[in-house]
């Protein structure tokens, strides 16, 4: 495992996107839910996956350990992470995290970020809504086709009500054009919480899918393996 591996390991609180592994895991040391930030980087970066699924937990921690700062608090995390990762954990897909302003590639076809991919839906759904989706005239052509299934974030008092704004956003991407039923089908999928419905246990046939949480400088793209 190179230096080169920490790249787009973090999670959406991180500020910047262009590390290497030892800045990642220093950064893990400081934070206050660096736990989770810690398992979010080993399963949302493809080079890490390759190596769990190639040699297992333990022996990739034991590599960490070359590039990590001495840590009581990340030696806790390292073996939390061995005993509640078993070998089947990850799916057969690849889950990546992405700065937002950065060019992704998916089936062949760049984005330019997430506005590029916004720019390009036609079809959109609320969570929950019975009516049937709206539809967009996208504003950037390209091969692919784009449709949205996305959740306000939740209000608890009047002032959420009058400024909450954001959205937590959902993509599928086809090479033809999306439907009702494709949208249908989405909805169906298990919410790991803030309806991000990329997971491990997303299946293949909803591939490619990106996810946004509404705010921070990431997003999470899916692919078939």
């Keep these: 495992m190179d230096k080169t591996t920490g790249k787009h390991v973090m999670e959406q609180r991180h500020t910047q996107y262009e590390f290497t592994l030892a800045e990642a895991l220093q950064y893990i040391c400081r934070a206050t839910s660096g736990r989770y930030m810690f398992e979010k980087m080993m399963v949302y970066n493809i080079c890490l996956r390759d190596a769990l699924r190639s040699f297992g937990a333990q022996k990739v921690i034991d590599s960490l350990r070359r590039f990590a700062p001495a840590s009581t608090r990340l030696e806790t995390y390292f073996a939390d992470f061995v005993r509640d990762c078993p070998k089947d954990y990850l799916g057969h897909l690849d889950i990546q995290v992405y700065s937002i ?125």
């Design 101 to 225: 302003l950065e060019d992704v590639t998916i089936m062949g076809e760049t984005f330019h970020g997430l506005e590029d991919i916004m720019a390009r839906r036609e079809i959109a759904q609320l969570r929950g809504s019975s009516s049937a989706p709206s539809s967009f005239q996208p504003q950037r052509s390209g091969r692919l086709y784009v449709g949205e299934v996305w959740d306000s974030y939740p209000c608890f008092d009047s002032y959420d009500f009058a400024t909450e704004n954001r959205t937590y956003q959902n993509y599928i991407i086809r090479d033809r054009r999306i439907t009702h039923d494709d949208i249908q089908q989405v909805m169906k999928l298990h919410s790991s919480g803030n309806f991000q419905l990329v997971s491990e246990q997303t299946p293949l046939d909803m591939l490619p899918m990106v996810y946004y949480v509404g705010e921070g400088g990431f997003m999470l793209v899916a692919t078939r393996k």
